[in-house]
């Protein structure tokens, strides 16, 4: 059996027929027997997708042949196409459902007026050079920080993508403002957003991770300053990058060490659950009692 692979990337780039893209691009990943998600809008691209690393090597290939893709950074990962149900491809009004469609303004090279893109060693350096006075600001929704995240990271109070405009603009983050801040979340994409966010809203010094918390923890592990599991939006649920990597999740229930989310047993409900092993084997502790969307968007970066 061929190797299988699942592809994380995003791209940025004016695209004057969503529809086409999406009709291209349906009958593209259809026709290498890929599955995943690919969301498309007037601001470019985004998708994740598994299947036969052949396959996925032509589609990238293919992918990176229409102009504003060209520079597309896709991020390999393991897993396999059996982690996503199906291929489905849309349209929607943005990439990521920060609340702002007529707010974010791209151009060929990206993101208009966004953070300052860091390699993973240069932000070590940055770091390095800069010590505490450098804060981490987790980009992603609060559920996934709780069994990853960067070390002494700053992480919003927020459920979804959609309310990170209304945090930042409460003040509670005002005095950060001349701080060095690097935002990161899972592929870079929500961090493309976030990081304009800021950057309108006064942050003076705002960076964001090029590839996100992948790129830096498949160069780095959990021995620098990444620490614990990647939450991710497919039937891997977590990923690890190294032998050792800490579990930094509690139990629900029993506030017991674990990583491991389950969706809500209430039918109606997207929610999702963090139990240890022991737990989980008692359905009734399935029922959640918070609001943590699995499906707070179809974001996959």
């Known amino acids: 059996m061929e190797l299988q692979k699942v592809i ?4 940025f780039a004016p695209l004057p027929d969503p529809e086409a893209i999406r009709l291209w691009q349906h009958k593209l990943a259809e026709e ?27 589609y990238v290939s293919a992918t990176k042949k229409y102009p504003g893709f060209k520079r597309i950074d896709f ?10 149900p199906r291929l489905k491809v849309k349209v929607k009004p943005e990439l990521v459902d920060f609340g702002l469609p007529v707010d974010i303004k791209v151009n060929e090279r990206g993101v208009v007026n966004g953070g300052k893109h860091l390699k993973p060693y240069e932000v070590n350096k940055l770091v390095e050079e800069r010590g505490d006075e450098v804060l981490f600001f987790d980009g992603r929704n609060g559920y996934e920080a709780k069994i990853g995240r960067f070390k002494n990271a700053i992480v ?5 993508t959609r309310d990170f405009v209304s945090e930042i603009q409460s003040g509670k983050y005002d005095h950060l403002k001349e701080k060095p801040i690097v935002t990161y979340c899972t592929g870079g994409i929500r961090c493309e957003i976030l990081s304009s966010v800021m950057v309108d809203r006064g942050f003076k010094e705002v960076y964001q991770i090029d590839g996100g918390i ?6 780095y592990g959990d021995d620098e300053l990444w620490q614990g599991s990647l939450y991710t939006f497919d039937g891997r649920m977590t990923l690890d990058f190294s032998d050792h990597t800490p579990v930094l999740g509690e139990c629900e229930k029993c506030g017991g060490a674990t990583k491991q989310f389950y969706n809500c047993g209430k039918i109606s409900c997207h ?5 240890c092993d022991e737990c989980a084997q008692d359905s ?5 009692t918070h609001e943590f969307s699995s499906r707070d968007s179809e974001m996959v970066g």
Not at 214 to 219: C, D, G, L
Request: hydrophobic share 35%; with cysteine; proline share 2%.
């Open 8 to 11: 994380l990337y995003y791209g």
């Open 32 to 58: 290498l027997n890929l599955k995943g998600r690919i969301l498309i809008s007037e601001h470019g691209i985004n998708g994740t997708l598994g299947g036969n690393m052949s396959d996925l090597k032509k």
């Open 75 to 84: 991020k390999w990962s393991e897993g396999t196409g059996a982690d996503f």
């Open 156 to 160: 919003p109070d927020v459920s979804h």
């Open 214 to 219: 992948v790129r830096y923890a498949q160069k």
């Open 271 to 275: 929610s999702l659950i963090l139990l």
């Open 284 to 288: 009734a502790n399935k029922a959640c």
